[in-house]
Every structure is written in structure tokens, then in C-alpha cells.
């Protein structure tokens, strides 16, 4: 029996691991997701147990009373985050994650101090990284969790010589921990080390932009994944370094995504401070322009979609925020039985992070096969009567495509100025994340139809009944 336990302890890491490659597979279609989320999660089920079995685990109680406290937090948290609220939960989940790693190290050099055992050069230096990465993970993200919330500004935070700050900041980690590398029994300089790394974690979100939150939430939810692997290299877990990894590697590809569907570098993301204010070097400031627009009520739109061959309908996240994504799918319905085509197109970052559209219209019984990406859906545009923009702003903005001076210049954008008409449901004429006036809402094919996303299109099924 003795023999057998590590050989299946291996075995189901093994088959753990397969199912979390399966799971992120099936995580990449809106149609598999939820599958996808359940295979993974079995596999960190059995991951777990093995895992129990394998080390001196002093009190399994104590386990398990955790085991059951985070459950019932994490249902609840689950029933009732909204779907906008998303960035900011995953913002947490990732601090928690870097705060798990980080301890896994600091607990790992206190009972190797304390045995007075030796620290091996590669677990001296694996726990410097879990340190590093974990505490900036973890400081960054609740940053950015604020920021996304609104508990502080937004706006990008900067002071003179910040980044002189930050370069002495980081001299001072690589100077502790070439120190502890010499002498890697020296508490006050591992913990000196661990601050350093937290406020790191601050410094490094702390001049990025509300609107690069989500970009930056992604980036950290990547360095939670290394923080983690890491911490399989200081503990000797071969599992814990195959989820660290795949976890990494799939939020670097998602970052990745969300800075091209931007069209920009993840540098600029990082130290260029997008989205903070109106630039006055190219592109109108947020409600400077005095060109006219035209608006129409619910009645007169109801008679542009309801006589209409073709419909395609751009969800932003004004939709997400009313909640209107049933609404929108009952305005879609009553048009498709009058015979209208409808489509809905889909921008990467239309939301707060790639697929947020997709889960929201999923969550109102959509059909996968009505949703578009942007690539498939903007040939199209011309062919459709009419673009029903519901709450979307920067990622329609036709800026992007003839303003080289605009700040979103040569962001890929969705081409619903190119359709026979537009109709744009939206608060007022305030700018996106960008900080810029949109110039779709002045086009001659644009009609605006001011008020909540939700009562809008409340306003239009109903409308759209009586023709």
C-alpha cells in the first residue's frame, strides 16, 4: 500500500492535469464553457485530494472547516456578483491567488529557518520569486479591484519622481535578495524583501487608467499563474507548477487579445496612462464638439427596425450595466417573426473583458449562431438596414479608422457607421473609456435614442408590437 500511494498520487495529478487542458479547451466557445468550468473543477477536486494524501497534513479539520467556510463565501459571492462586476471579482480572486503563493513561500522560509535547516540555492531563489510575484499580484490587484469599483479614482495616479521611486523600489529587492541569497537565514531582510514586494504591487498600478483596468486585471490574473507555479518549485508540487502554468499562459494569451483588439502595445498599456483624461492632441474632448445630432423616440425606431430586411444589434456595456440583455433578446425575437434578419455583433472589448457580451446575451437564451466577431460581422455592415448600437461607444467609434490625431487611431473597431442607418441607444453624449467624442453620433445615417438601455428597448418591443 505504502508503494502504491505516490504511484496513484501521480496518476491522478496526471489525469488532474489532463482535465484542466480540457477544460480550458472547451472554455475558448461560449457553447462548451460551462462544460469546460466543470471538468476543470473536477480535476482541481482530485488534485486536492491527492494532494492530502500525499502530504503530513497535521489536522485535516482545520481543513476542512476552511474548505467549508471559503465554499459558502464563494457561492454566495457567485449568486451575487453582478455580470458587470466581473473584472472586479476576478481582480480579487486574482489577489487572493498571488496571497496564497506568497504565503506558501513565507511559510515555507520560517519552518527552514526554524528546523535550522539549510535553504537550498533553488528554493532560496524560488521563494524570492513567489514573494516578488505573489505580493505584487496581490497589492496590484486590490488596486485595481478599487479602481474598478470606484472606492478611489480611476483617473491614472502620479507624483513627481515616480518612476526614480519605482527603479529604487526594485534595487531594493534585487539587493535583498542577492543578500539572502548569501545569507538565507536572515528574517528582517526576507520581511524587508516582502514589503518591498507589496508595495511594488501599488506603485505598479497605481498610474494606469480605469479603462486599462481590465487589460491590467488580466495581466495580473497571468502573474497569479506564475505566482503559483513558483510556489510548486518552493514545495516540490508537481501539480501546483502544471495549473501555475496553464493559469499563466492563458491570461498572458488573454491579454495579449484585449491589447490587439485595442490595437496597442501592452507597454503602452502599462506606462502610458490611457483613458485618464481628454487628450488635446487629436480627437474632440468629451462633450466639446457643438456639431448637431439627431434624436428620435422609441415610436419612429420601432418603424426603422420593424420595416427593416436586416438588423444587426451591438451590445457595449451601457447594455451590460442596465441589464437589458432579455429585453434585447425579446425585441430580436418580435423582429425575426415580423421577417427581419437579425445579427448581433461582437467586439472583443466591448465589456470589461473578452466574452462578457457573449455570456451576457448567452444568459438571455441568444443562439450562438446569432453572434458575430468582429472579423466576420463588418463585411456585412453595408448590407444591413439598420445597426442598433445599445450602450457601445469607443468600439464603434469611426475615429479610430480616419483620425490619425484621435488616441484610438488604428483600434479595430465595429463598422456600423458603413450600415444604411444607425440607431444609437445611450444616456447622453457622454465619451467612453477613451476620453473622446465619438464622431458616429453626428453622421448623417445616425439617429440617437437617448435614455436607459433597458427601458429603450423595453420602449421598442413594445412599439414594435403595435405595427
Not at 22 to 31: D, F, M, Q, R
Not at 230 to 248: D, E, P, S, T, Y
Not at 326 to 345: I, N, P, T
Not at 360 to 368: G, I
Amino acid at each position: 500500500m505504502s508503494d502504491f500511494l505516490p504511484t496513484g498520487i501521480q496518476l491522478t495529478y496526471l489525469v488532474a492535469a489532463s482535465l484542466f487542458i480540457l477544460g480550458l479547451k472547451k472554455l475558448g466557445s461560449p457553447a462548451s464553457a460551462r462544460n469546460g468550468n466543470l471538468v476543470a473543477a473536477v480535476g482541481m477536486l482530485l488534485a486536492i485530494v491527492a494532494t492530502l494524501l500525499d502530504q503530513q497534513v497535521l489536522n485535516y479539520e482545520m481543513i476542512l472547516v476552511g474548505l467549508a467556510i471559503g465554499s459558502v463565501i464563494g457561492t454566495v459571492i457567485a449568486y451575487k456578483v453582478q455580470m458587470t462586476e466581473m473584472p472586479q471579482m476576478v481582480g480579487l480572486l486574482n489577489g487572493l491567488g498571488g496571497a496564497s503563493s506568497a504565503l506558501i513561500a513565507v511559510a515555507e522560509f520560517w519552518r527552514l529557518l526554524d528546523s535550522s535547516q539549510p535553504i537550498p540555492l533553488d528554493v532560496n531563489i524560488s521563494m524570492l520569486l513567489d514573494v516578488l510575484i505573489g505580493g505584487v499580484t496581490l497589492t496590484g490587484s486590490f488596486l485595481a479591484f478599487a479602481k474598478l469599483q470606484g472606492l478611489i479614482s480611476g483617473t491614472p495616479i502620479t507624483f513627481p519622481l515616480q518612476q526614480p521611486f519605482n527603479l529604487l523600489l526594485l534595487g531594493s529587492y534585487l539587493a535583498g535578495s542577492a543578500y539572502l541569497i548569501i545569507t538565507p537565514d536572515s528574517l528582517p531582510v526576507f520581511l524587508g524583501v516582502v514589503a518591498v514586494s507589496l508595495v511594488l504591487g501599488v506603485m505598479f498600478v497605481l498610474p494606469i487608467g480605469g479603462g486599462d483596468m481590465p487589460v491590467v486585471i488580466s495581466l495580473l490574473n497571468s502573474l497569479s499563474g506564475v505566482a503559483a507555479a513558483a510556489a510548486g518549485f518552493v514545495v516540490m508540487n508537481n501539480m501546483l507548477i502544471i495549473a501555475g502554468a496553464l493559469v499563466g499562459a492563458s491570461g498572458l494569451i488573454l491579454t495579449e487579445i484585449m491589447c490587439k483588439a485595442m490595437n496597442r502595445s501592452l507597454f503602452s498599456v502599462l506606462f502610458s496612462a490611457f483613458g485618464s483624461v481628454s487628450t488635446s492632441s487629436g480627437g474632440a474632448a468629451a462633450g466639446a464638439s457643438d456639431q448637431p445630432v439627431r434624436s428620435i423616440d422609441a415610436e419612429e425606431g420601432a418603424m426603422m427596425l420593424g420595416y427593416a430586411r436586416s438588423v444587426v444589434i451591438v451590445p457595449g456595456y451601457g447594455m451590460a450595466v442596465a441589464q437589458a440583455q432579455h429585453s434585447v433578446r425579446e425585441l430580436a425575437d418580435q423582429l425575426e417573426r415580423m421577417g427581419v434578419d437579425v445579427k448581433y455583433a461582437i467586439h472583443p472589448v466591448a465589456g470589461r473583458m473578452p466574452g462578457h457580451m457573449n455570456v451576457l446575451l448567452a444568459e438571455a437564451n441568444v443562439a450562438y449562431t446569432q453572434l458575430y466577431d468582429m472579423e466576420d460581422i463588418n463585411p456585412q455592415f453595408e448590407q444591413a438596414d439598420v445597426a442598433l448600437v445599445i450602450g457601445a461607444n469607443d468600439v464603434v467609434n469611426p475615429a479610430a479608422r480616419s483620425d490619425k490625431n484621435s488616441p484610438i487611431y488604428g483600434m479595430p473597431i465595429l463598422e456600423v457607421d458603413r450600415a444604411k442607418q444607425t440607431i444609437v441607444i445611450k444616456r447622453g453624449m457622454s465619451a467612453g473609456f477613451a476620453g473622446v467624442d465619438n464622431e458616429l453620433f453626428y453622421k448623417a445615417k445616425t439617429t440617437m435614442l437617448f435614455g436607459s438601455a433597458k427601458d429603450m428597448v423595453a420602449k421598442l418591443v413594445s412599439e414594435v408590437k403595435q405595427l
